[in-house]
């Protein structure tokens, strides 16, 4: 499947919901495409290519958990899940950042798990402001990680997200 068509794909799967989660914001759910085999399947093979050589996969929460782990298995890596705050138990490194309504935390467990120098590509739904993105690159980078780069779906370039992450490489599927 080209890009071409990857996109089109994700632009007829993606529900609008307007004043979600607060009045002004338009959220863009990906819950069709991701409900969809043929869709997750062409959404997972495309992410994989943009991830090829990396060692681990890091999926964002909550969605990216089920594209970071779905590429994982495509691509025979293992996966991290990159969660808010207050969901692993301690001790944990955590990373604070800005959403586009709000705060919110970032957690990966500080025990277990050794990232140096291990290339870990971010996997997530949807880039808006980058925030969520910005604060992922920055948590894992301080575990020693090498953050070659990261693949969204959907990409909202009015909410300035790609400028938010450079110099972070960011490949998208489908811009609206």
């Not at 863009?28 to 085999?37: Q, S």
């Not at 495309?46 to 782990?69: H, P, S």
């Not at 691509?75 to 705050?85: E, F």
């Not at 500080?110 to 739904?125: E, K, P, Q, T, Y």
């Given at each position: 499947?080209?890009?071409s068509d990857?996109?089109a794909?994700?632009a007829s799967?993606?529900?609008?919901?307007?004043?979600?989660?607060?009045p002004?914001?338009?959220f863009?759910?990906?819950?069709?495409?991701?409900?969809d085999g043929?869709?997750?399947?062409?959404?997972?093979?495309?992410?994989?290519?943009a991830a090829?050589g990396?060692?681990?996969?890091?999926?964002?929460d909550a969605?990216g958990f089920?594209?970071?782990?779905?590429v994982a298995?495509t691509m025979g890596?293992?996966?991290?899940?990159?969660?808010?705050g207050?969901k692993?138990?301690?001790?944990?490194?955590?990373?604070?950042?800005a959403?586009e309504?709000g705060t919110?935390?970032?957690?990966l467990?500080?025990?277990g798990?050794?990232?140096?120098?291990r290339s870990v590509?971010?996997?997530?739904d949807?880039?808006a402001?980058g925030g969520t993105?910005m604060?992922?690159?920055?948590?894992?980078?301080?575990?020693?990680a090498?953050?070659?780069?990261?693949a969204?779906v959907l990409e909202?370039?009015e909410l300035g997200g790609?400028?938010?992450?450079?110099?972070?490489?960011?490949?998208?599927?489908?811009?609206?």
């Amino acid at each position: 499947m080209t890009r071409s068509d990857i996109g089109a794909l994700v632009a007829s799967m993606t529900r609008e919901v307007a004043d979600f989660p607060e009045p002004g914001v338009l959220f863009k759910d990906l819950t069709p495409l991701l409900a969809d085999g043929r869709g997750l399947a062409a959404v997972t093979e495309a992410l994989a290519e943009a991830a090829a050589g990396a060692d681990l996969i890091a999926g964002l929460d909550a969605r990216g958990f089920l594209l970071g782990a779905a590429v994982a298995i495509t691509m025979g890596t293992g996966v991290l899940a990159v969660r808010k705050g207050g969901k692993l138990p301690p001790p944990v490194h955590c990373e604070e950042y800005a959403l586009e309504y709000g705060t919110a935390k970032l957690e990966l467990p500080a025990d277990g798990i050794d990232l140096a120098g291990r290339s870990v590509f971010i996997v997530d739904d949807v880039l808006a402001t980058g925030g969520t993105l910005m604060a992922a690159t920055r948590l894992l980078q301080h575990c020693g990680a090498v953050v070659p780069g990261a693949a969204v779906v959907l990409e909202l370039p009015e909410l300035g997200g790609r400028a938010a992450v450079a110099p972070l490489q960011v490949t998208s599927l489908h811009t609206v």
